[in-house]
């Protein structure tokens, strides 16, 4: 068990929490492997480059990494008061989320079985120094 009070081991584990601007989508209907490839575009580009990289890249997941992108973007605005033009992409990372199992029937009474991936999609923002 931890020591000290409930107070105290909150306070503590407030402190270490990252403070840096960031969005999640949880349960998006996209695979982790599709989404990868639009996020590895993005890592480490400032905001606005990220944004317009986004918003032109054919992908499906694009459409997605562009709303997250623009609510990361806010969400450092508006919470934080940070300046956009000094942001840019620290992290983004998509984790596999439950996957949705279906049935297709095949010849001879066989059934297939098709996945239907979910992901969670982080992105999170850092101010230059």
Same mark, same amino acid.
């Given at each position: 068990?931890?020591?000290?009070?409930?107070?105290?081991?909150?306070?503590?584990?407030?402190?270490?929490?990252?403070?840096?601007?960031?969005? /999640?989508?949880?349960?998006?209907?996209?695979?982790?492997? /599709?989404?990868?490839?639009?996020?590895?575009?993005?890592?480490?580009?400032?905001?606005?480059?990220?944004?317009?990289?986004?918003?032109?890249?054919?992908?499906?997941?694009?459409?997605?990494?562009?709303?997250?992108?623009?609510?990361?973007?806010?969400?450092?605005?508006?919470?934080?008061?940070?300046?956009?033009?000094?942001?840019?992409?620290?992290?983004?990372?998509?984790?596999?989320?439950?996957?949705? /199992?279906?049935?297709?029937?095949?010849?001879?009474?066989?059934?297939?079985?098709?996945?239907?991936?979910?992901?969670?999609?982080?992105?999170?923002?850092?101010?230059?120094?």
């Amino acid at each position: 068990m931890a020591k000290g009070h409930r107070s105290q081991i909150k306070r503590e584990r407030n402190a270490q929490k990252d403070t840096r601007p960031s969005a /999640k989508l949880s349960y998006a209907r996209i695979s982790v492997q /599709k989404a990868c490839f639009v996020l590895d575009a993005i890592r480490g580009k400032d905001a606005n480059t990220a944004l317009a990289i986004v918003t032109y890249n054919p992908r499906y997941g694009s459409e997605i990494i562009t709303k997250l992108l623009k609510s990361a973007i806010a969400n450092a605005e508006n919470n934080n008061g940070l300046d956009v033009n000094n942001l840019y992409v620290a992290e983004c990372y998509a984790g596999q989320a439950p996957t949705l /199992k279906r049935i297709h029937p095949r010849a001879q009474g066989r059934a297939y079985r098709i996945l239907k991936r979910m992901s969670h999609i982080t992105i999170v923002l850092d101010e230059k120094e």
